[in-house]
């Protein structure tokens, strides 16, 4: 089934205003949903036209969505909202775009993985309000603006005025925006899976069955076992038993699933392993708890990590 979504309310009163900023994979969704609720007016701050964006759902539907596109920071101003959703190592080179996005009033949802995202975008957004996000969208990009889901969108932030402001504009989008009063463990927990299957994925070249041999799901546990550890000294908690439970979670995945640093890697683009394994290591040498599986695999992955382009 085809849905067509074009922003016929553009310039109405009462709507809300939404700059996305990296409409990559998970950009591209958040995007086209928000559109589709019709409250929202929705610009996408690229550097290369998208022709519009086409999202295939799990289900088999197919939506399509018209929205505004913009490419130079300087002709844009302050929104009520900015979606911050490039990966974490392109933070700054985005910068003019939040200089000139942000204002006073604006709310920045940072659609980014790890547990620094207030140390990251704070500094770079001004008097705006920055809110965490703990994003479970997995999704490939088949080409710009085509994204292929892999299962239900989902986002998780603090259970805070920003959070159920958030959750109320995404109503209606198809994705579901949860509100936790304990967003440290969500974050850490997120971030024990990521040091897993964005690292083994993205070094071996190879999707989810590769946790199926005996020697990657050692690693797996290894590396989700110090982050787990160094979850619980920062105040996360975490079962004993995570890693267990993640490498079966891998495990089960269907066999076409990868991830976002899979398919950088593909595409010859840089890898975001320093919000993931570097992000561990960062804490764990702060806190006198050793990581060296993460270390090990940062430097792999700093190695045949390349320079690329922001989307």
Known sequence: MLLKTIPEWVGSVGMTHVAVVGVGAVGGVVAAGLVSTGRTEVTACVRSPLGGLRIDWPEGMTQEASVFEEFDPAQVSAVEWVV????AHQTAAVAPWLDRLCGAGTRVVVLQNGVE?????????????VLPAVVEIGAESLRRGHVRLFDRPRITVPEDDDGAEFAALCRG???????????????WMKLCLNVANGAVTALTMRRMPVFAQPGIAELGRA???????????????LPEDLPDQIVAQLRAMPAESGSSMLWDRLAGRALEYDARNGAVVR?????GIPTPYNETVTALLAAVSE?????
Do not use: M, N, W, Y
């Open 84 to 87: 911050l959703a490039t990966k």
């Open 117 to 129: 995202h207030l140390e990251r975008v704070a500094p770079l957004v001004g008097a705006a309000r």
């Open 173 to 187: 989008s198809g994705i579901t925006v949860a509100l936790t009063g304990d967003f440290v463990t969500a974050a």
């Open 223 to 237: 590396l989700v076992e110090e982050a787990r550890q160094v979850a619980a000294a920062s105040g996360a908690c």
């Open 283 to 287: 804490a764990g040498a702060r806190l």
């Open 307 to 311: 320079p690329d382009d922001v989307t």
